[in-house]
């Protein structure tokens, strides 16, 4: 069996954050980084294409802004990202599309500076990890199915494999073990971190849990395009209004200028709020890709060259973001860390300026780190 004297579940930005930042503080224990993707960024990962080896869609977020005044040791993690080149500000124009079809530069979202990972958004993980170097290990593709609490240790492991990692403090960066909504998604019967300290062990535990079950998600359906247009002079994200927001149930629309003259595009496609199982989810994907791609064209009219080339599109598919932000009760910081069950959170769920956002998981993990140090002076 592994062991690591720190487990962390999740390889996007809180999770690798978290690691880089414990190295920037001289934390010398071992880690294990385990992520049920084939490698980093979570929501900020990038779409690739086997039969393209150029090709990288960031089909989550792509991008995020930062509120000031951020925290020194944010500051810090952020620095040697901005140094390296890998953290930027974003290239192209975010415009908002109003219901009567004009699109303008206004307020909103428009209107923040927004920062971009460059070449791409998982490019912004996999330089966090390459800076968490050290005694640290990586498993990508393992998807922790059980917690086990065996004396002072946590044990992870998958279904359907012998793999199983032993450690003495666990992070959650995600929220999905501890969160209900596996129940319905995943077919489980009972919340995996529940099921591994039963309720009345470890008061601050409980609180936590208690706290997670009652928060929502937004599911996002987003549609991949590849485009046979050049897309350099196009805005790169264009935010529909909130009234078109709700009347189209599409979010935004978010462009890729890619190295062969094409172009990706994300259509952000809200969520109707049908029941989603393991069920009803291949018959959704089918029902949101027809209901997006016929939409698109009176969305573009403002750009009738983009328009043109969505008639000879590819899709590359919808993808489901089950929960792609946390929407209302975050995690208090104050339960970050239970010390009985020597368990810790991190991620967007966690209370605090950026809550739901990219920032919220850059503020946990630096907040996270710092509780974790100090413990060990
Ligand atoms: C479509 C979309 C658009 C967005 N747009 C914006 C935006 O414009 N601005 C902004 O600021 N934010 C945006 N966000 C939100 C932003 O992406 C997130 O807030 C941020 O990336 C969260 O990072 P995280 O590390 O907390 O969580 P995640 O990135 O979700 O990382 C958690 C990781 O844990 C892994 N994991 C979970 N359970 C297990 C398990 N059992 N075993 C192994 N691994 C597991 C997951 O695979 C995942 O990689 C957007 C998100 C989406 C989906």
Not at 36 to 62: E, F, I, V
Not at 78 to 97: D, F, I, K, S, Y
Not at 322 to 330: I, K, Q, V, Y
Request: net charge negative.
């Amino acid at each position: 069996m592994l062991d690591a004297d720190l487990a962390v579940i999740g390889a996007g930005l809180a999770g690798c954050s978290l690691i880089a930042r414990l190295r920037q503080l001289n934390w010398s224990g071992t880690i294990a980084l385990v992520e049920a993707g084939r490698g980093p960024g979570g929501r900020t990962a990038t779409r690739r294409r086997r039969d393209r080896p150029q090709w990288r869609l960031d089909h989550g977020a792509p991008g995020f802004h930062l509120d000031d005044p951020l925290p020194e040791g944010l500051k810090a993690l952020l620095a040697p990202l901005r140094e390296n080149g890998c953290l930027r500000q974003a290239g192209g124009t975010v415009v908002t599309l109003a219901m009567d079809g004009s699109a303008s530069r206004a307020e909103g979202a428009a209107d923040v500076e927004w920062l971009e990972g460059k070449p791409f958004m998982a490019s912004i993980c996999e330089a966090l990890l390459a800076m968490g170097e050290g005694a640290t290990t990586q498993h990508f593709g393992r998807r922790i199915r059980t917690l086990q609490r065996d004396g002072n240790h946590w044990c992870l492991s998958e279904d359907g494999s012998d793999w199983q990692l032993r450690a003495s403090r666990l992070v959650l960066s995600g929220s999905l073990l501890a969160h209900p909504r596996s129940l319905a998604m995943l077919d489980w019967r009972q919340v995996p971190l529940r099921e591994a300290v039963p309720a009345g062990q470890d008061p601050d535990l409980d609180h936590a849990l208690d706290a997670l079950a009652q928060s929502r998600a937004a599911v996002r359906w987003n549609l991949m395009l590849d485009l046979p247009l050049n897309g350099d002079q196009l805005p790169r994200q264009i935010w529909l209004t909130p009234e078109a927001q709700e009347h189209w149930r599409v979010e935004r629309l978010v462009l890729h200028p890619q190295a062969d003259n094409r172009t990706g595009l994300v259509m952000h496609g809200l969520d109707s709020g049908e029941p989603i199982t393991p069920q009803t989810q291949p018959v959704l994907l089918k029902q949101e890709e027809a209901r997006l791609r016929e939409l698109l064209p009176q969305l573009l009219q403002p750009w009738p060259d983009l328009q043109g080339a969505c008639k000879a599109a590819e899709s590359l598919g919808v993808m489901r973001w089950g929960a792609s932000r946390p929407l209302d009760h975050p995690l208090p910081q104050s339960m970050q860390w239970c010390d009985a069950s020597a368990l810790g959170f991190c991620g967007d769920y966690v209370e605090g300026p950026g809550f739901g956002r990219a920032e919220g998981a850059l503020r946990s993990a630096v907040n996270l780190a710092q509780i974790l140090v100090t413990q060990a002076a």
